[in-house]
């Protein structure tokens, strides 16, 4: 059971453009919702993240918008720039046992054309 | 340079063989967990360490073995490889009690044939 939906697989955007992923999560038991972004040959790295006590976020061009009834989150990549071409993950955690591991989407490769 | 390190990067293994892929990390964090990427899959977890001497299994530890003597290192063991344990496997910490700001390590590229 996919505990965490994450679409489009690919996305292709021009640079200046805003890239959207979108997420979507079953467990309401979920309490921090991370973004990852892998560059080739790299370990992913925490991008952004938030806690479903707020309805957005932002960090430079990145926003994380939420909504807690939807059980949905997405990430917003403004004035997309070429080095952004990467994979992105979002995330999920939940309490177990004291610490919480991470259920990851599938992942979404962006590409931002010149 | 702190962070997770992992090795070897790349590795070729005959079916049945067994080796050991090392995970170590210099940031005194408590948690460590060890994750396979696939195509199409995402990041899957496969053990998790919440200190030295705890371990648990996560969505996929078939055929996978650890252990944690010390705080600072997380080995992951293939008793008998397979095919299907052809993946990119990467190691990750996190010093906090939840899953905040997780470290990843560059990742070990395994190809089972």
């Known amino acids: 059971q996919q505990q965490v939906k994450q679409s489009p697989q690919s996305l292709i955007v021009q640079k200046g453009g805003i890239s959207i992923i979108n997420c979507a999560y079953e467990?309401?038991?979920?309490?921090?919702f991370p973004w990852y972004q892998q560059f080739p040959g790299k370990g992913p790295a925490l991008l952004i993240a938030?806690?479903?006590?707020?309805s957005e976020k932002k960090e430079g061009r990145f926003t994380i918008s939420f909504n807690k009834s939807a059980k949905q989150f997405s990430l917003h990549i403004m004035d997309s720039q070429p080095g952004d071409s990467a994979t992105y993950f979002c995330?999920?955690?939940?309490?177990?046992?004291?610490?919480?591991?991470?259920?990851f989407g599938k992942g979404t490769m962006l590409l931002v054309s010149p | 340079n702190a962070g997770v390190t992992q090795t070897p990067k790349f590795q070729v293994l005959k079916t049945g063989q067994s080796m050991t892929l090392q995970c170590a990390q210099d940031?005194?964090?408590?948690?460590m967990s060890w994750y396979r990427q696939d195509p199409g899959m995402g990041l899957r977890l496969i053990h998790y360490?919440?200190?030295?001497?705890?371990?648990d299994q996560g969505e996929v530890p078939n055929g996978y073995n650890v252990s944690r003597s010390t705080t600072e290192d997380f080995p992951l063991r293939l008793l008998s490889a397979a095919p299907s344990q052809t993946s990119v496997y990467f190691c990750?910490?996190?010093?906090?009690?939840?899953?905040?700001?997780?470290?990843f390590g560059s990742g070990t590229r395994l190809t089972v044939v």
């Open positions: 990750a910490s996190s010093g906090g009690g939840l899953a905040y700001g997780y470290t």
């Open positions: 467990n309401t038991a979920f309490d921090y």
């Open positions: 938030i806690r479903p006590d707020v």
């Open positions: 995330a999920a955690s939940m309490p177990n046992s004291g610490y919480s591991t991470l259920t």
């Open positions: 940031m005194n964090h408590e948690y």
């Open positions: 360490s919440v200190g030295a001497g705890i371990t």
